[in-house]
């Protein structure tokens, strides 16, 4: 549809506001200069960060002195390196200095992100290192910068309006895939997000290399060509932005020359107005002369580029465990500061966000380096920089979490390692829930094994060793609740206490199935490959495998790069099976099948839960046995397929995205609507019932084919594909040529994916699908504490008696998720103590909400994402501290829009 009337109107989209005249003849030209932050593609991290301090020095220097020139920083990271070059407030201060000038702009962003690859919270967090700066140098950011990848997840635009940024400028790359279809003319464009809110945005359909490749800004001919076709494809509007990138962590040594550019486009283009300048000066001209006339669009963008991240799956899912252990960990300190006094470790927290930042940034993950640009030494460097985030970030997990327990216990450990021990357990989730707890060998007292007791009961928990790891499950735990468990060491083993030693079955009759069953299910197994051939819902009578399709469920397939980029037919991997064993646990029925040597395939179990109706799938992969890629073939691709005896008629297909369920429909016009990044569940369903997968480590899934990127949902069968490795050898460096590289240095060979299955009848129920998702990737945290009996034990039981077996943060609503309980960040007033509760609806219906909290809290109000207060007091009711428990905290009138975060400070007692 072409729109070249004076005023616009449009139908469907979302539509326009306010109308605005428009003449269709472009006379202003905004050209934003920039180097494209690449952390890595160009050099190692560490490299790339020194280039930015030196160079950065010398854009800012030029910005402030020389009337002409500007410069945009693309990327808060690429300002931190800066910062940190000399001390912070004479940077600061020159900061402040040159932005007074309103020659610099800087981007609200973190960096470029792979954005489908993080939840919501860690989109929040990226906003925060640059809203904190904006409040140091007292001039707001709201414009917020990414460039080099084809698209972004949906949640984007909402995170973005909530931390107070209100435009988003993208330079896309469109040569491997993605982006959208929105045509020029509907350019510039509101981007709502799921709840509504939305961003100004501008898509450089030609990169954030457009300036010198595609305008050619150079050579004023060409560049009035551009503007001429433009023109004439409809675009209303009389003014343009153009992203003047100079390149992949380019030196702002080109900016001189650029001037130079700019002078003779002027000269020889007098009837266009060229503005050499910031990021905001576009937005603030077409708000000022346009108001609201622009069209919404509302959906996801992102899936593409993010699904190449399989290329470190030990990364992967090392991050995967991290983006839900992070925020458990930052609520656990803050416990520890309400209830104990604990130091609230700040600086560590933010360090652990900005490290999931960094995995997440699109350079953040390993490889084999871009051809003939990088040094064989600067891609092993940069490989073990990317692994060290996660490293580094499982540190900072640990540390406040245990320095959290011990602080809430107001004990450390006793040398006396002969006696029975607490165990403190925290349920991190917004609901009631059981759940397993592992326990390190590590950290326990020497002892052939031991017994789980709940001191509340008395009764004995079941409790099991899984390898050097001991596991017991815990009675339903209220939500945001700590809970006490006894650790008695026991001199034998009971049968309770570890798994029934496994019964061969190599006597089973040749060609037999192997049945394995309970009153759930009964699952079929290929004796011979380990494919399952039927899974059987005794409950609903109804066959969950498609037995008709070319795939067999479970099995493992191969494709190679050329295959897998245009969606073809992968190649079956057929192990051959070593052995087949039954497992008997406290928790679990099932067996485990061992692999011949000869593929990568390793070790399957397949699990039926005793108090759960579902089944559970854990496969081990070993990639040490997959073959040598070599360079001429890029690299080699492997899934695990799940054929689902659904109807394609009507089939959906949902997956937890940042913060909630979205359908694969959801997206932009020309989007990709096919390749699926799940950060914890997919759910087929047609119009009779549907199936959940959650899964683990796995992030990548396709349906119907093993293709991921198309603008249109269209399966030919209910097939699930989990793409779970990606495997390039070699690289072709600039001083080596091609080069042999160790993608993941030090990383297991051995690579587990588990994933569980469960059956449900009628429409999709997002509630029930996000607890039995999160439920399955976030385990209960757990700490072993001083031995019973002990002084140091006694001042546990005095410690913790208010405060265990209760809900410390807890909402009335189930579509209504705690998503962060974090201690407030710097108010200004140091008497101050308050805290930060986020919340978030899932299910896209309007609710009213209570928090209810142990906290110390006597008052609250609503902030924005980042914190900055909008309005309050909120409506309290205090109910007072008695000898069994800490004083309540009730605060009512919340309402939240349909998929709404919605940010609350609490002001504690002590204040």
Do not use: C
């Not at 949906?154 to 107070?164: I, K």
Request: without cysteine; negative net charge.
């Amino acid at each position: 549809m072409m729109i070249t009337a004076l005023t616009l109107t449009l139908s469907g989209f979302g539509g326009f506001g306010d109308a605005a005249e428009t003449s269709g003849k472009i006379n202003r030209v905004y050209i934003v200069p920039l180097s494209h932050l690449d952390i890595g593609f160009t050099a190692s991290p560490r490299e790339v960060a020194e280039h930015y301090r030196s160079d950065l020095e010398i854009a800012l220097r030029v910005a402030n002195n020389l009337p002409d020139a500007r410069w945009n920083i693309e990327s808060i990271w690429q300002l931190e390196q800066w910062l940190k070059a000399a001390p912070e407030d004479e940077r600061t201060a020159f900061l402040k200095e040159v932005m007074s000038t309103q020659r610099l702009g800087i981007s609200a962003s973190y960096a470029s992100m792979h954005s489908a690859l993080m939840t919501g919270e860690e989109m929040l967090r990226m906003l925060y290192p640059g809203q904190k700066l904006a409040e140091k140098i007292g001039i707001p950011l709201e414009t917020a910068v990414m460039n080099d990848v084809p698209g972004f997840a949906w949640y984007m635009p909402q995170a973005l309006r909530a931390s107070g940024i209100k435009r988003l400028i993208v330079g896309v790359n469109l040569d491997f895939g993605g982006g959208t279809s929105i045509p020029p003319h509907m350019i510039p464009f509101y981007w709502a997000g799921p709840d509504g809110s939305s961003v100004l945005t501008w898509i450089s359909p030609k990169g954030y290399l457009e300036g010198g490749f595609h305008w050619e800004l150079h050579n004023p001919e060409t560049f009035q060509k551009r503007l001429e076709a433009l023109e004439a494809s409809g675009y209303p509007y009389d003014a343009i932005l153009i992203i003047d990138g100079y390149g992949d962590n380019a030196s702002v040594d080109r900016l001189l020359s650029r001037l130079n550019d700019i002078r003779r486009l002027r000269a020889t283009l007098p009837g266009v107005e060229i503005i050499y300048g910031t990021i905001d000066e576009y937005f603030d001209y077409m708000e000022e002369k346009y108001g609201r006339v622009f069209p919404t669009f509302s959906g996801d963008w992102g899936r593409t580029w993010d699904v190449g991240r399989i290329s470190g799956p030990w990364q992967m899912a090392e991050y995967r465990a991290l983006q839900r252990l992070m925020p458990a960990a930052e609520a656990l300190a803050t416990l520890a500061y309400a209830f104990a006094g604990a130091p609230y470790p700040a600086e560590r927290l933010a360090q652990g966000w900005n490290l999931l930042n960094l995995v997440s940034e699109h350079t953040g993950g390993p490889g084999t380096g871009w051809p003939d640009l990088t040094t064989a030494q600067q891609v092993d460097e940069s490989n073990v920089t990317v692994l060290s985030y996660v490293r580094s970030a499982r540190e900072i997990v640990e540390e406040v979490a245990a320095a959290s327990f011990a602080a809430l216990a107001g004990t450390a450990d006793s040398a006396d390692e002969s006696s029975s021990r607490d165990v403190l357990v925290y349920n991190a989730l917004s609901w009631p829930r059981t759940g397993l707890v592992a326990l390190r060998a590590a950290d326990l007292p020497p002892a052939a094994g031991y017994r789980v007791i709940d001191p509340a009961t008395g009764a004995e928990l079941a409790s099991m060793w899984d390898g050097d790891t001991f596991v017991f499950e815990t009675p339903e735990m209220p939500p945001m609740a700590l809970a006490r468990y006894r650790l008695e060491p026991v001199e034998e083993v009971t049968e309770n206490g570890e798994a029934a030693k496994p019964a061969d079955l190599e006597t089973r009759q040749p060609g037999a199935t192997v049945i394995l069953e309970n009153e759930w299910y009964r699952i079929e197994i290929d004796p011979d490959s380990g494919w399952v051939l039927s899974m059987y819902d005794k409950e609903r009578s109804r066959e969950i495998v498609n037995r008709a399709s070319r795939y067999r469920f479970n099995q493992m397939l191969w494709a190679s790069h050329h295959v897998d980029f245009i969606g073809g037919t992968p190649t079956p991997i057929v192990p051959a099976v070593a052995s087949i064993e039954r497992v008997e646990s406290p928790f679990a029925s099932g067996i485990t099948i061992r692999y011949a040597e000869g593929t990568p395939w390793h070790e399957t179990t397949i699990l039926l839960p005793r108090a759960r109706a579902r089944v559970e799938i854990h496969n081990i992969i070993d990639r040490g046995k997959m073959r040598k890629v070599p360079y001429d073939e890029h690299s080699d691709h492997f899934y695990f397929a799940f054929p689902l005896a659904l109807s394609t008629r009507q089939l959906s297909a949902n997956y937890l995205g940042a913060t909630r369920f979205q359908s694969l429909k959801d997206v932009l016009p020309g989007a990709n609507a096919n390749g699926i990044v799940s950060l914890g569940a997919v759910d087929l369903r047609d119009s009779l019932w549907g199936v959940t997968v959650a899964h683990r480590e796995a992030f990548s899934f396709s349906v119907g084919g093993i293709g991921q990127s198309s603008a249109l949902f269209q399966p030919v069968e209910a097939t699930l594909f989990a793409h779970v490795v990606q495997k390039a050898d070699e690289g072709k460096t600039k001083d080596k040529g091609i080069t042999a590289f160790e993608v993941e240095p030090g990383a297991p060979n051995l690579l587990r994916f588990a994933f569980a299955f469960e059956v449900s009848d009628g429409e999709f129920d997002p509630v029930a699908a996000s607890r039995f998702a999160l439920e399955y990737v976030m385990s209960p945290l757990a700490w072993v504490g001083a031995p019973a009996g002990s002084s140091a034990a006694t001042s546990l039981d005095e410690a913790l008696q208010p405060l265990t077996g209760r809900s410390l943060v807890a909402v009335d609503q189930p579509n209504v998720l705690v998503t962060a309980l974090k201690k407030a960040e710097a108010t200004g007033d140091p008497k101050s103590k308050a805290v930060i509760v986020r919340l978030q609806e899932i299910a896209g219906v309007e609710s009213e909400v209570r928090l209810e909290t142990a906290l110390p809290a006597h008052a609250a109000v609503l902030t924005d994402a980042v914190e900055r207060v909008l309005s309050g007091p909120i409506p309290s009711e205090i109910a007072p501290a008695s000898d069994q428990a800490p004083a309540t905290a009730r605060f009512t009138g919340l309402t939240l829009k349909p998929y709404e975060t919605l940010t609350l400070k609490l002001e504690l007692s002590g204040s």
